[in-house]
């Protein structure tokens, strides 16, 4: 996952001065967690599909009417705020958009009866920063350093945090920025433990997940790697494997799909980790590895992979992926790997037929015993089903929320949207892409244009400010090109080292930050003393 260089100036836009704490979030936290995995609509937990859609409005021409909960939506819990008078602010996503606009909006200055309550919704406990989870393959970095939990994060600041899954979206806004003058309601969010939020404001920060679909056998057969649970499961997976194969002369072999930033941090990673013992081999449609990353970052990154002897397979595509028993069992004599016929069944290993994507390439198999997936994403707003209602979210095609400059969702002047939520194009007409570092350059502008819109404010526009990209290549590597200095690649040790200031300043809080920093210096401390008496021990022995 590619993050960017940090500059100084940007450290002025990180939350400062937590107010107070309340403690409405830890009574809610409570709630069942048996909800589904994505987001849905209508009455039945079962169903797939959702539409994000308003009630009807007023006759053309004459006043709208009132916003009115249903007659269903009565009978549902209602989610108490602190405050009947001051703004409510309801936050659907705990990622990198959706915690640093609650905390932006906290850090503030805020006349007393403006000062609004933030509700902060995510479906996990914990803020997950994505960037590092390969050092947690590396145990480099401990789970409690880049996955906090939100209730430690947000217990000096007055955001409330409710663990809990989206099912339904009810906007009212479509009647204008202040609705009717009895009225500021600007809708209501219905969550599926049956909780009913009704709010001023809207931040949809609800991120994205790995698109394993669109391939035969993915779904079932492949790792995705975007998640925390995603990253605990291969290590255990890659654990699994290590001791099975501990001493024996069969290698462990791990085939990563796609090499975009992070399927070359994850081949970059994971052979470092089986060394001798394993084998990875990395495919990707294009002709290179991360095709739009800086020169220098791809150089650096194709240097590691290839000391590493990890295989690149440039120019393929997967056509499907099966396990080596289905294979053998629907007697398909065909699939070979390294000249020689797949000799016995093994349920957990996988077989993945290549097509070439270019001309001059064959056809052919691979055998794996692991398969990670790291193409392609989805948003969790998921595509709007045919409805009567006239006014709905408008999405593009991948089902991302289109906003305005500002990150308001047109026609909807009370919901925000941002990162892998949001579609979003800078002046040249781009679409902004779903990285770590748009969603948290956007975070502050959102929370600005909260205060802003709340205080009756001009908004300001969006900026994106691209300040370099930087990738890790393992325990000790890494490749680093910030946009300041064109040519400049900062690699190796070094690199390493600056990623990992980079990273610790952009961590959520300031108690974090002083706590991480702490273990990371002693962790660091311990291994120059490790590596000193090594170099001692061999001088020693060698004399």
Same mark, same amino acid.
């Given at each position: ?7 100084? !100036?940007?450290t002025?836009l ?7 704490s309340?403690?409405m ?5 409570r ?8 987001? =849905?609509?209508?009455?039945s937990?079962?169903s =797939? ?5 308003? $009630? ?13 909960? !249903?007659?269903? *939506? ?5 989610y108490t705020?602190? &405050?009947?008078k ?6 659907l996503g705990? /990622?990198?958009?959706g915690l640093y ?13 403006k ?7 995510? @479906? ?5 920063f994505?960037?590092m ?9 401990d ?22 899954r ?13 609705? &009717?003058?009895?009225s !500021? ?5 219905l969550?599926e433990?049956?909780?009913l939020i ?30 925390l ?6 290590? *255990? ?5 290590? =001791?099975?194969k501990?001493?024996?002369d ?9 090499c ?7 081949? $970059?990673?994971? +052979? ?5 013992r394993?084998?990875?081999q ?5 002709s290179?590895i991360?095709?739009?990353a ?14 590493r @002897? ?12 099966? =396990? ?5 069992? +629907?007697?398909d ?7 020689k016929?797949?000799?016995?069944h ?10 070439p994507? *270019? ?5 052919q ?22 409805c009567?209602?006239p ?9 991302q ?8 969702v047109k ?7 941002? /990162?892998?939520?949001?579609?979003l ?5 781009k ?16 929370g600005?244009n ?5 205080? &009756?404010r001009p ?8 300040l370099?990209e930087?990738m ?13 200095a064109?040519g400049?690649?900062?690699e ?8 990992k200031l ?19 210096? $002693? ?8 590596l000193?008496?090594?170099?001692l ?6 004399t």
């Amino acid at each position: 996952m590619a993050f960017v260089a940090y500059s100084a !100036s940007t450290t002025a836009l990180l939350p400062f001065n937590r107010i107070f704490s309340g403690g409405m979030g830890k009574k809610w936290n409570r709630l069942s967690p048996g909800y589904s995995a994505r987001l =849905r609509a209508g009455p039945s937990a079962l169903s =797939r599909t959702s539409s994000f859609s308003s $009630a009807a409005a007023g006759k053309a021409g004459g006043a709208p009417p009132l916003p009115q909960l !249903s007659e269903a *939506e009565k009978t549902l819990p209602i989610y108490t705020w602190p &405050h009947k008078k001051k703004p409510r602010v309801c936050i659907l996503g705990g /990622g990198f958009g959706g915690l640093y606009t609650a905390l932006r909006l906290e850090s503030l200055l805020w006349p007393e009866d403006k000062k609004p309550q933030v509700l902060l919704v995510d @479906q996990s406990e914990r803020f997950v920063f994505k960037p590092m989870l390969y050092e947690l393959l590396t145990g480099e970095v401990d789970e409690w350093e880049i996955a906090p939990r939100f209730s430690e994060l947000l217990a000096n600041t007055g955001v409330e945090f409710l663990q809990d899954r989206v099912k339904l979206l009810h906007p009212f806004d479509h009647w204008g920025m202040n609705g &009717h003058k009895q009225s !500021s309601c600007g809708g209501t969010v219905l969550l599926e433990s049956g909780l009913l939020i009704e709010y001023d404001w809207l931040v949809l920060a609800l991120g994205a997940e790995a698109k394993l679909d669109v391939v035969p056998g993915a779904l079932e057969f492949a790792l995705p790697f975007s998640t925390l649970e995603d990253a605990c499961r291969v290590d *255990e997976k890659l654990k699994t494997l290590e =001791r099975t194969k501990f001493g024996k002369d069969s290698f462990i072999r791990v085939a990563v799909v796609g090499c975009g930033y992070s399927g070359v941090e994850l081949a $970059a990673t994971i +052979s470092e980790r089986l060394q001798d013992r394993g084998i990875v081999q990395a495919i990707n449609v294009e002709s290179t590895i991360c095709p739009t990353a800086p020169t220098g970052n791809r150089e650096a990154a194709l240097k590691v992979l290839s000391s590493r @002897q990890v295989q690149l397979l440039l120019g393929y595509f997967v056509r499907c992926i099966q =396990r080596v028993s289905d294979v053998e069992a +629907s007697g398909d004599a065909t699939v070979i790997r390294e000249g020689k016929d797949i000799a016995k069944h093994n349920s957990e290993k996988y077989v993945l037929e290549l097509q070439p994507a *270019e001309k001059g390439l064959e056809s052919q198999n691979l055998e794996a015993d692991l398969v990670l997936w790291t193409v392609g994403s989805k948003p969790l707003l998921p595509a709007l089903e045919p409805c009567d209602k006239p006014h709905e979210l408008p999405l593009n095609a991948r089902g991302q929320a289109e906003t305005d400059e500002t990150l308001r969702v047109k026609g909807h002047p009370r919901i925000f949207a941002l /990162g892998d939520s949001a579609s979003l194009r800078d002046s040249t007409g781009k679409l902004l892409p779903a990285t770590a570092q748009v969603a948290f350059q956007q975070a502050d502008f959102a929370g600005w244009n909260l205060w802003a819109a709340i205080n &009756h404010r001009p908004l300001l526009p969006f900026r994106f400010q691209n300040l370099g990209e930087m990738m890790t290549l393992g325990r000790n590597d890494a490749a680093i090109s910030p946009s300041f200095a064109d040519g400049l690649t900062l690699e190796g040790p070094i690199g390493h080292a600056a990623r990992k200031l980079a990273y610790l300043i952009r961590l959520p809080t300031e108690e974090h930050r002083f706590k991480v920093g702490l273990s990371w210096f $002693a962790k660091s401390a311990v291994d120059s003393v490790a590596l000193l008496q090594s170099t001692l021990t061999k001088v020693l022995s060698g004399t």
